[in-house]
DNA sequence: CTGAAAGCGCTAACAC
DNA sequence: GTGTTAGCGCTTTCAG
């Protein structure tokens, strides 16, 4: 059984019985210059070895390798958790449409100390980095800022960074969740935020507060919990946001895995879910649609997010833009899970 | 702002005042032959600029990529499954390990039709390829039974194909299943199995119907159901086996999605679990402990096998081996979802 | 103990 | 129209 080998370009040549430069253009659509008949020798050539240009050459030659990283944090389960998910998708779609590859880098805490990240680039792994996941102590994301290759941090910033960004308005997304259960009469709100040192998470909380204030209310930090962004996180939080103030008759959550958490914990501490707390969500993941009741929540539009930041990305590596900083609106979607407060 | 390029061996050998081979030698530690004061120059000039060599350039050289392929079924929502998202945890924790990347494929429909699978070997881009969630449909795979690089298929296996694989043993687990409910005094059951076209979901469900026939039980064509590996899918099936025979006091299934799935169903069927109904499930993911009543389910090894695939890959690429073969032990999780038969 | 030079597979400037 | 050659960054044989 013999193990079959990759033809090289040296293979058509020989075959087509002509030099490589020649094999070259044609193969490289640089054959102005070829006369037809040579030209559909070496096509011939190359479709029937089934031929296909090492990349590694390739690459050594222009400098450009045809992939592109994502950064993703060490967290239980990365792979399987449906925002990382769904981002990665949407990545990976658009890579492989315009035909690049996509290799994974998961952010070990040894990561900078070891110069991991850098790697990616210096060693001549990737083209460019999409960063997801990030966090304000991710320190290591100051070393992607003067690079010759570029990186984009994927639905997040950091406000005191220099960094490409893609992300989606989530104050817009506090202010309209607030603004609806305002809306429906709610007066007494607990807020479930997501981990603080993430800033998408403070600018929904921001975003909250500041439509909460403009009513003329001002929870207090009682009426804020930390559900970690995870199910178990919200249903704690839930419980003990309305042992703190049983009035509570709204609560609000930076995603919807809180938010499926707290619809549980809810009926733990004994409510009804809308009748007599209600609940807004944040993400608009597939599972929202499924839960009892239907969840209502602001859409931000994942995958469009990252289609968005890949194509950006792409836009950097080839020099087509220099800067990418690219805010997308969100939209309220009204289920079940909130209702006027009485 | 001059964007920073990274350090060539060449620089090395500049600032540290050696040639390039002696760089070379030194950093690749055949430096038997070096001087002490050489070697300590080199070494501090590679620390000061922060080198680290070029793994295209290497890779031309040596004809390794450093880089492992997953190649993935094209799924909604792959990246988002715990399955998939367990099985590429392991792979990567592994890889990374060992100082490997992992590269991330999606198998097409028109894969094979444009040999996209065979250009992760030909045009150099890894230098083995763990295949998961293949189907006895997926052709393609002969492709990869006779090239120079290897491939490993991830807990499955094709009984037509000499391919390499490493999986645990799903017909011991039907039969585990299903032998724990004949003890408890089960006698009517209902299967929902996985898509027929994956090799284990075969397994699994001769290995229920083995256990079955042992004790002189045989379904009837109405006791099964396709689940699809889908929650929904479980549901539907539930629903469908207790409007056949409202008699089925058991039902097995050949993942833990389609158990959540049959516990709803199940219950909208107006009956309880375990009390009218019991459930055994199959996998032991983590959400498995968290249902209502918790699964009682086979648990099959998913992170173990992840990474044994991935040891084995390494292996067959570095020619430590030259076959891999490796069927795991499952293991039977009690927990509260099935109760004796009344 | 150290360096010059060939070669991995490809592209592109330059000859012919 | 087509071929020769240098060079991308690295490893490794072979001279010295």
Known sequence: MAKRKAFRIRDIARESGASLTTVSLVLN????????????????????????????????????????AVLVPELQHVFADVYFGE?????????????????????????VSQAKHIELFDRDYVDGVLC?????????????EDRS?????????LPARKLNFVRCDYEEA??????????????????????????????????VLMALAAAGIGPTPDHLADGLYTEEGG????????????????????????????????????????????????????????????LTTVHTPLYDIGREACRLLLD?????IDRAEVVRPVSLTVRESAAPAT
Not at 87 to 111: R, T
Not at 185 to 192: A, D, E, K
Request: with cysteine; hydrophobic share 40%.
């Open 235 to 294: 249903f704690d939080a839930a419980i003990e946001l309305l042992r703190r103030d049983p009035a509570i008759t709204a609560i609000l959550t930076g995603n919807d895995k809180m938010a499926i958490g707290a619809l549980r914990g809810i009926k733990k501490s004994g409510r009804g879910v809308p009748l007599d707390v209600s609940v807004v969500g944040c993400d608009g993941i597939h599972l929202s649609a499924f839960t009892d009741p239907a």
């Open 174 to 207: 506090g202010r309209l969740a607030a603004q609806y259960l305002l809306g429906l009469g709610h007066r007494r709100f607990g807020l479930i935020h997501g981990a603080p040192e993430v800033q998408t998470s403070l600018d929904w909380r921001a975003g």
């Open 316 to 320: 950097l590596v080839d020099n087509r």
């Open 149 to 157: 290759r570029p990186a984009i941090i994927v639905n997040n910033h």
């Open 29 to 68: 659509q640089r054959d102005e210059r070829i006369s037809e008949s040579t030209r559909q020798r070496v096509l011939a050539a190359a479709q029937r070895l089934g031929y296909q240009p090492s990349r590694l050459a390739q690459g050594l030659q222009s400098q450009k390798t045809g992939i592109l």
């Open 132 to 144: 997801i996941g990030v966090t304000n102590k991710d320190d290591y994301l100051v070393d992607f």
């Open 87 to 111: 981002l990665l998708s949407a990545i990976h779609d658009h890579a492989s449409a315009v035909n690049y590859k996509v290799l994974l880098e998961v952010a070990h805490p040894d990561f």
